[in-house]
């Protein structure tokens, strides 16, 4: 109904001489085709055999290319995926009981007793320590491993990390769960003659642990050949710190800013801001870059090729925490008296890449970015996060809003730490509300489910290289499904997705929209989109 003043068959004639060479480019690597990915940040523990190999499946049918997960290591207290007892190890509620069955580790009827009070819409963290712990120790007594020849390769080839893991899960777990800077001085600092005695004493238990994580690792590969074989690559998530009380910080106090008598010095945080007058105060131990550096990052270099065994692609959270971050003097209430500290900058990405080769990473570069932290992610070529829940903001033109995206990042409605998109409309205030009514172009508000699939499609249709929507999203959820909620303890990392959501009429959905914004892996620039 508008005369643009364009003239249409130029349009179209300029159109049709730029697509061949769009289209040579696209083969020959020039250009990255933009492509999609489901972030699926749910703990799915006690799932039934065969239930992560059908979701790979439905997300091939979806059209999907990537499927982001958050950190897999053991859990303790407070169930954070981001504090975990090691950042080598793997969970052992991801262990599918179902594959030790079929080893003539359990039978059916041990898989069903433990599962008992398992089941719904929530992990139950409390339950799953009590019986799968013991479901998995009834595997390691019937499986006679010890003389397996690739769990004795396994062990040999991970003896970097996996002993001292498995040790130390032993001794935590003979002193009731007590944190190590609680255990007696000769354990806590690692004396020679410590050491060998509770080894000696503890044997069965660490033979366990390493039992553990032999059948984690052999399930995980299996699923991620699985996956890549139906195209789908697996982005996994890594805290840039370790959590305090871990096997990491056990075995190697001189990575970490401890004092002589191993405790820490400073501990990591955020500053006071609008958001908290007193900061956040996280108390993860911060590193000792210089005796990083002078071991050539060779424990980091350890850590990434890890992180590549069981990923193909790596976020690595709180990115600018490399360019500087905030030291918190150990022993404070809050985070108000800290100080900003240099962190090891480019030099690090550097030696990673000359030992391994260019390095698909993507950067939580979110929140407040000083220009140091823009050249430290420009200078490393890694794409950064664009969140769309925070575009909306009627003060101040934002940076989230799609038009100011470079095709080197990555966008998402929300992430882990946000509400699902569903339950966002309803947050926002009636000022920004109506600055994301008119930038999707509605002039009223309409049903909430219309409105995520409205952000949804803003994802797929921004110049982004790669887009990742959250399964909550994708299914239309309520904060209900909301996987964790800063500052908060209790209740978080708990959902549960259920068996099956994804049917063929959604996967079907998907994918037609994925094919629309010219994301579908493979997909020409002539390729009908209808």
């Known amino acids: 109904p508008y005369d643009t003043g364009l003239d249409m068959k130029l349009l179209g004639e300029i159109a049709d001489y730029f697509r061949p060479i769009q289209e040579e480019a696209l083969k020959s690597g020039r250009i990255n085709p933009k492509v999609m990915g489901v972030n699926i940040k749910t703990l799915m523990y006690q799932v039934p055999g065969g239930m992560l190999s059908n979701l790979v499946s439905q997300l ?16 303790g207290y407070g169930d954070s995926p981001y504090q975990a007892f090691s950042t080598f190890a793997g969970n052992p509620y991801f262990i599918s009981p179902d594959d030790l069955v079929k080893k003539g580790y359990l039978t059916e009827n041990d898989c069903i007793r433990a599962a008992e009070g398992t089941s719904g819409k929530e992990v139950h963290y409390d339950v799953l320590f009590q019986k799968r712990l013991g479901l998995l120790r009834k595997a390691y007594a019937n499986s006679s491993i010890e ?25 935590k777990d003979n002193k009731s769960g007590k944190s190590y800077l609680e255990w007696e001085d000769a354990i806590r600092l690692r004396s020679p003659e410590a050491m060998v005695s509770y080894r000696n004493r503890l044997l069965e238990d ?25 195209g789908i690559s697996i982005i996994g998530d890594i805290p840039i710190y370790v959590a305090l009380d871990s096997a990491d910080t056990w075995a190697h106090p001189e990575l970490f800013q401890f004092d002589e008598n191993g405790l820490p010095t400073a501990v990591a945080g955020c500053p006071p801001d609008a958001f908290s007058a007193t900061g956040q105060l996280w108390g993860n131990p911060l590193y000792r870059w210089d005796v990083h550096k002078n071991q050539g990052y060779s424990w980091w270099i350890s850590r990434i090729k890890t ?12 990115f600018r925490g490399f360019d500087e971050y905030y030291a918190i003097p150990y022993g404070d209430a809050t985070a108000e008296f800290g100080e900003w500290e240099k962190g090891p900058g480019i030099e690090l990405f550097e030696t990673l890449e000359n030992q391994m080769g260019e390095l698909p990473i993507l950067a939580e570069d979110l929140g407040f970015l000083t220009d140091s ?36 990042s990555v966008v ?42 409205d952000l949804i499609a803003l994802a797929m249709g921004s110049v ?14 309520p904060n209900s499904a909301r996987i964790n909620t800063p500052s908060t303890l209790g209740g978080n990392w708990k959902w549960r997705m259920a068996g099956g959501v994804f049917d063929d009429k959604l996967c079907e959905k998907i994918r037609k929209m994925t094919k629309l914004y010219g994301r579908l892996k493979g997909q020409s620039a002539s390729a009908d989109i209808h």
Request: aromatic share 18%; charged share 25%.
């Open 464 to 477: 982004s290289d790669l887009c990742i929507i959250p399964a909550q999203d994708y299914l239309c959820l």
């Open 147 to 171: 003389a397996d020849v690739s769990y004795q390769a396994f062990v040999q080839e991970n003896s970097e990390w996996l002993a001292d893991y498995a040790l130390f899960m032993a001794i």
């Open 206 to 230: 660490v033979n366990f642990y390493q039992f553990v994580q032999y059948e984690f690792y052999t399930q995980w590969a299996a699923l991620k050949k699985y996956a890549n074989d139906k």
């Open 412 to 453: 998402y409605t929300g992430t882990h730490d946000n509400a699902t998109t569903y339950s966002f409309f309803d947050e926002l205030k009636k000022e920004d509300k109506d600055v994301a009514l008119r930038y999707m172009n509605r002039s009223r508000f309409t049903s909430k489910k219309k409105l995520t699939w």
């Open 307 to 318: 992180c590549y065994e069981l990923y193909d692609m790596l976020r690595i959270d709180h």
């Open 60 to 75: 091939k049918e979806a059209g999907q290319s990537y499927w982001q997960i958050l950190p897999m290591g053991p859990t």
């Open 373 to 408: 932290v823009r050249k430290l992610l420009a200078d490393s070529g890694f794409p950064g996060m664009k969140v769309l829940q925070f575009a909306f903001d009627s003060r101040e033109d934002s940076d989230y809003l799609p038009y100011h995206y470079d095709r080197n």
